[in-house]
């Protein structure tokens, strides 16, 4: 009897050891995971027409792409180092370019602008509220809240080739999108989101770095072989000589119907536009300087004169002659994915650049 309950306290007392040996190794790889690679923001704030949002004094870190760490400033506004507290307002919108989690706050290229400026004895009261996954849908929808809430003199919105294409400016499933009548109008959508900040099932994924980085992780995998699925489909199994190239024709017109309609959105405000190309970069050993595509929104661009626009494409390729490459990262393919900190650094030269002559 005695040998039982002897045994029995052994065992209990070797499930507990285990127990807690498990849950120190998790608040320990917890711990890591939000230093090193990947924290959730936990506190979030919900805006009718601009969704969940960190709150002022949300940090974040992302170290699955480069390494950086941003802090939010006003509901969701993305810190921008050397801004002044006063003076000529400047709005800052673009996707996940401009948001830039993958370097610090002072590498992000609006702060490389706002330095540039200080540093010529000009000041400006820059507000960043780019967010990841933004298409021209939601930089026009945008446009009476940017007007309403800051008064800007000027307004600096960030694009590239994939602010026009379906799969965001057209997706039915995004907030903001874009449906194309056949005389090419467009009719902007808008779906209200709902309030989760509430929400218990959300908690446990702004919480725990571990849920939150695995969760992310999973739907990068799953869009990867979705992606990968869909290129395989679309791809003929031989080539089509007299095939009509619909998609090729619809490009140059919605490119055209989109930048109307941003014109249209903020007819009284200084617009700058920053194109972000995605070359040069290296593809099969071979320096790629040039794509159709971004051939073809660069001389959209070129007639309207009414804008000043940003394009840092020959200074990228200065760079490539330098040994280095504007995207890319030490832990990423090279010459991929987002810009790195010499790519915001020439970014940022460059606006600074436009924002200075229109400032004086």
Not at 87 to 107: F, W
Request: net charge negative; glycine share 6%; with cysteine.
């Amino acid at each position: 009897m005695q040998k039982d309950r002897t045994n029995r306290v052994f065992l209990l007392q070797y499930r507990v050891s285990v127990a807690l040996w498990l849950l120190i190794g998790l608040i320990g790889l917890e711990c890591f995971i939000r230093t090193f690679v990947y924290s959730p923001t936990a506190r979030v704030i919900y805006k009718p027409d601009l969704g969940t949002l960190p709150v002022t004094g949300s940090t974040v870190v992302r170290g699955t792409e480069g390494f950086g760490v941003t802090h939010y400033s006003d509901d969701g506004e993305v810190l921008t180092s050397f801004s002044a507290p006063s003076g000529p307002r400047i709005v800052l919108l673009g996707d996940s370019h401009t948001e830039a989690l993958q370097v610090n706050d002072a590498e992000k290229y609006p702060s490389i602008a706002a330095a540039a400026l200080q540093q010529d004895g000009m000041t400006a009261n820059f507000h960043n509220i780019a967010q990841s996954g933004s298409s021209m849908a939601d930089f026009v929808y945008l446009a009476p809240f940017v007007h309403a809430q800051f008064h800007p003199r000027i307004v600096v919105i960030q694009i590239g080739v994939q602010s026009f294409v379906d799969g965001n400016a057209f997706d039915t499933q995004h907030t903001n999108y874009f449906v194309m009548a056949s005389d090419g109008s467009l009719q902007l959508k808008h779906k209200a989101l709902p309030d989760r900040t509430a929400d218990w099932m959300l908690s446990p994924k702004r919480d725990f770095a571990l849920i939150d980085y695995g969760i992310s992780r999973w739907n990068e995998m799953m869009n990867k072989i979705k992606s990968q699925q869909t290129r395989l489909a679309a791809e003929p199994a031989t080539p089509t000589v007299n095939a009509t190239p619909t998609e090729a024709n619809d490009f140059p017109r919605k490119v055209k119907a989109q930048l109307d309609a941003l014109h249209n959105a903020y007819p009284d405000v200084t617009l700058v536009i920053v194109f972000l190309p995605f070359v040069p970069y290296i593809q099969h050993n071979t320096l790629v300087t040039q794509d159709r595509d971004e051939d073809l929104v660069r001389l959209s661009l070129l007639p309207r004169t009414y804008w000043r626009v940003v394009d840092p494409t020959a200074d990228f390729n200065a760079l490539v002659q330098l040994g280095k490459l504007p995207r890319g990262f030490a832990n990423t393919t090279p010459g991929s994915g987002h810009l790195n900190a010499d790519g915001h650094a020439v970014v940022g030269k460059l606006l600074a650049q436009q924002l200075e002559d229109l400032l004086r």
